[in-house]
């Protein structure tokens, strides 16, 4: 597709269950971000992808969360027993090289935990 | 370490109204910065960018200029519309790497 390709746009799921939320970047963008963004807050990193690896898990609340990029292209973001705290907006970005280009964002997938 | 501030939101404006939000930044060396604007029920897209001291990007009749000396890239518009009605987030990427760091965000509300 022409843009970063986000799915579910919407989660609704209840408290203890496992999410995965999935990113299909723009073709040929070697680096792949996740950031959420909470209501009335800011983007918060969670994690960027270089090809498949991840130099960078810094952003990563808890070891419930983990992500993982395959072929250089999708990325899954799971999280397992989700709680209410998880509740936000969780977005994906993609950039090509060279270093410091645009990074490209998706429509981002809105995750509810009840 | 590599870091954002931008100016506390909301800022109203009635249309045709001047428009500065303030960005400063932290950073070693020379980041990229960028400023991107998030308009209600759509994703984050890039307004405009820098690449080095005393570049001005522009677009959409925005305009911000890097500036080493006061570690800042200050959004302004000389007349808003009620369209410019967002959220806009600063943006600076450290140098040699992929890294992206967002300030909190400033929504902007204009009124006709």
């Known amino acids: 597709g022409a843009g970063v390709s986000q799915s579910p746009s919407n989660k609704v799921t209840e408290k203890g269950k496992d999410v995965e939320l999935r990113c299909d970047p723009i073709s040929g963008h070697t680096a792949l971000y996740w950031y959420r963004q909470s209501l009335g807050q800011g983007l918060e990193f969670l994690i960027y992808?270089?090809?498949?690896?991840?130099?960078?898990k810094s952003g990563l609340p808890s070891d419930r969360f983990s992500a993982e990029r395959t072929g250089g292209s999708v990325s899954t973001l799971t999280i397992q027993r989700t709680q209410q705290e998880d509740s936000a907006v969780y977005l994906c970005?993609?950039?090509?090289?060279?270093?410091?280009?645009?990074?490209?964002f998706g429509q981002g997938t809105r995750l509810t935990v009840v | 370490g590599n870091s954002v501030t931008q100016m506390e939101g909301p800022v109203t404006l009635s249309e045709e109204a001047f428009l500065t939000i303030n960005c400063t930044y932290t950073a070693t060396g020379y980041p990229s910065l960028f400023w991107y604007v998030q308009y209600p029920g759509e994703g984050l897209q890039l307004l405009l960018k820098?690449?080095?001291?005393?570049d001005k990007g522009s677009n959409k009749g925005f305009e911000a200029t890097y500036r080493k000396e006061t570690t800042s890239f200050h959004l302004e518009k000389g007349s808003v519309q009620v369209s410019d009605s967002a959220v806009y987030f600063c943006?600076?990427?450290?140098?040699?790497?992929?890294?992206?760091?967002f300030g909190t965000g400033t929504r902007l509300k204009v009124l006709a």
């Open positions: 992808f270089q090809g498949n690896s991840a130099p960078d």
């Open positions: 970005a993609s950039s090509p090289p060279p270093l410091n280009t645009e990074a490209f």
């Open positions: 820098a690449t080095k001291a005393d």
């Open positions: 943006a600076l990427s450290p140098p040699g790497t992929y890294k992206y760091i």
